[in-house]
């Protein structure tokens, strides 16, 4: 055998797009099928398929992606805003304001508390308006690993498809004296094709699960959001009034329960 071997001329049949949809790989737009096209005609068997396909950085980067994800710390933050609600209920400052509280002086300690309970939300809105900042840029970051998974999708099912409908139209030539012939390069080939169809199948799984996890922390930040910039400015009114109203204003207590069970609802 010398040195150079010669590349497996072979005969096979030409490109049929229309047995593209026997390969259950779902399907292809018109710039696809002309990508299978290509390939398929250029396609060596004794070369290294699929030529210059490497781990693209994004992928390569996507447990420490999904490791930055801020979906738990959104929804610790809810949590800590409806604890914080609670304990700066103005029925305690309206209750608080009896004559008893007044004479004993507990009607001062009620107050204190919730003026201490609102600066503490006040303190946690800021907060919360940084989660949802911080939140966005890692949507951002999600979308860019996002669309390096659809390209590897696309690159992998191309060259599968390419490859497979080589397989089905080769046709081996005979056996060299000393060499294993055509069909060991055939067996070599269809096992590259099983490892791109295990990536492909791998690829497509990390997508279904970026895709979740951009649904899961979209869903927070609109709520954290919806908390944050309005149900939490309806409440602050209202909390406001209460200590500003120096008699019993049930209707101040009502509009509270109110925008405290919309907030408890985004939970």
């Known amino acids: 055998m010398t040195a150079e071997?010669?590349?497996?001329?072979?005969?096979?049949?030409?490109?049929?797009?229309?047995?593209?949809?026997?390969?259950?790989?779902?399907?292809?737009?018109?710039?696809?099928?002309?990508?299978?096209?290509?390939?398929?005609?250029g396609l060596d068997i004794d070369q290294a398929y699929p030529?210059?396909?490497?781990?693209?950085?994004?992928?390569?980067?996507?447990?420490?992606?999904?490791?930055?994800?801020?979906?738990?710390?959104?929804?610790?933050?809810i949590g800590t805003l409806h604890k914080a609600l609670n304990d700066a209920n103005p029925e305690n400052v309206i209750k608080g304001r009896s004559r008893l509280a007044r004479w004993t002086g507990a009607a001062i300690e009620v107050e204190m508390r919730y003026r201490a309970a609102c600066t503490r939300i006040s303190t946690l809105v800021d907060g919360a308006r940084q989660r949802i900042a911080d939140s966005d840029a890692f949507v951002h970051r999600l979308d860019g690993l996002r669309q390096a998974h659809v390209l590897a999708i696309r690159h992998l099912r191309v060259h599968l498809a390419a490859g497979r409908l080589y397989?089905?139209?080769?046709?081996?030539?005979?056996?060299?004296?000393?060499?294993?012939?055509?069909?060991?390069?055939?067996?070599?080939?269809?096992?590259?094709?099983?490892?791109?169809a295990v990536m492909l199948h791998s690829t497509q799984m990390a997508l279904a699960q970026i895709d979740m996890v951009k649904a899961q922390v979209k869903s927070q930040i609109e709520r954290l959001g919806q908390a944050v910039e309005v149900l939490l400015t309806v409440w602050r009114n209202h909390a406001f009034s209460v200590l500003a109203s120096s008699v019993d204003a049930p209707e101040l207590t009502n509009s509270y329960k109110l925008a405290l069970s919309h907030l408890k609802g985004i939970n």
């Open 167 to 196: 397989t089905a139209g080769y046709v081996p030539p005979p056996p060299v004296a000393g060499e294993l012939g055509g069909s060991a390069a055939k067996d070599r080939f269809t096992r590259r094709l099983s490892n791109i």
């Open 51 to 77: 030529a210059a396909f490497g781990e693209v950085a994004e992928i390569s980067d996507m447990g420490e992606i999904l490791a930055a994800s801020t979906a738990t710390i959104m929804q610790e933050t």
């Open 5 to 41: 071997r010669k590349a497996l001329s072979v005969e096979r049949i030409p490109f049929d797009e229309s047995k593209l949809a026997t390969l259950s790989l779902g399907e292809f737009t018109p710039d696809e099928i002309d990508l299978v096209a290509h390939i398929y005609d």
